[in-house]
Antibody
Framework: QVQLVESGGGVVQPGRSLRLSCAAS????????MHWVRHAPGKGLEWVAV????????YYGASVKGRFTISRDNSKNTLHLQMDSLTTEDTALYYC????????????????WGRGTLVTVSS | QSVLTQPPSVSGAPGQRVTISCTGS?????????VHWYQQLPGTAPKLLIY???NRPSGVPDRFSGSRSGTSASLAITGLQAEDEADYYC????????????FGGGTKVIVL
């Protein structure tokens, strides 16, 4: 079955770190650029980060640049998001999403989404 | 504030037609970048509904259609059904934001 499954969410204090993972099954992650998108309570979707098929190209949204790091392990069919210096504004449901292209800058749509993992930043 | 502006909600009776607008600027929709639409049913992940303005993925009913003009795009739902009650998001690309995908704030469709 073709799917993405996120994990690693939880409750964390402001200033701390958390690492999210996204496991792909039913297809090879190495053929796709991969993204993280988040959905904060009461707000719309916000794009977080993208990584090219081979990990050579990465881009970040303005609100997370310098704090979050996207990475991938194609041998394990897994995507990661290292989140440092977390603030309450980072509280959201985090989705990994696939694009049917290899480049980090392609404009194709997101054609596959996971169900998300919830991150709550609270003291 | 989202880069793309959508109405918070639209409503209609079963069988009616509703439209959702997505207003951007000359650095995103107005620059000709692709516009995609996603449907998010309660408690589920977003699902691709319309891609590149007006194309439907396999399995999406032809009741859903998309269009664009200038700095805006629209999603229309004709023959509204109860199962269409969901959140809808437009998405594009913005050249002023360092290779950023951008989303609308989302529109809740309410079936009366």
């Amino acid at each position: 079955q073709v799917q993405l499954v996120e994990s690693g969410g939880g409750v964390v204090q402001p200033g701390r770190s958390l690492r999210l993972s996204c496991a792909a099954s039913g297809f090879s992650l190495r053929n796709h650029a991969m993204h993280w998108v988040r959905h904060a309570p009461g707000k719309g979707l916000e794009w977080v980060a993208v990584i090219s098929y081979d990990g050579s190209d990465k881009y970040y949204g303005a609100s997370v640049k310098g704090r979050f790091t996207i990475s991938r392990d194609n041998s394990k069919n897994t995507l990661h998001l290292q989140m440092d210096s977390l603030t309450t504004e980072d509280t959201a449901l985090y989705y990994c999403a696939r694009k049917f292209c290899t480049s980090a800058t392609c404009h194709n749509p997101f054609d596959l989404w996971g169900r998300g993992t919830l991150v709550t930043v609270s003291s | 504030q989202s880069v793309l502006t959508q109405p918070p909600s639209v409503s209609g009776a079963p069988g009616q037609r509703v439209t959702i607008s997505c207003t951007g600027s000359n650095s995103n929709i107005g620059a000709g970048y692709d516009v995609h639409w996603y449907q998010q049913l309660p408690g589920t992940a977003p699902k691709l509904l319309i891609y590149r303005t007006a194309n439907r993925p396999s399995g999406v009913p032809d009741r859903f259609s998309g269009s664009r003009s200038g700095t805006s795009a629209s999603l229309a739902i004709t023959g509204l059904q109860a199962e269409d009650e969901a959140d809808y998001y437009c998405q594009s690309f913005d050249s002023s934001l360092s290779n950023s995908c951008v989303f609308g704030g989302g529109t809740k469709v309410i079936v009366l």
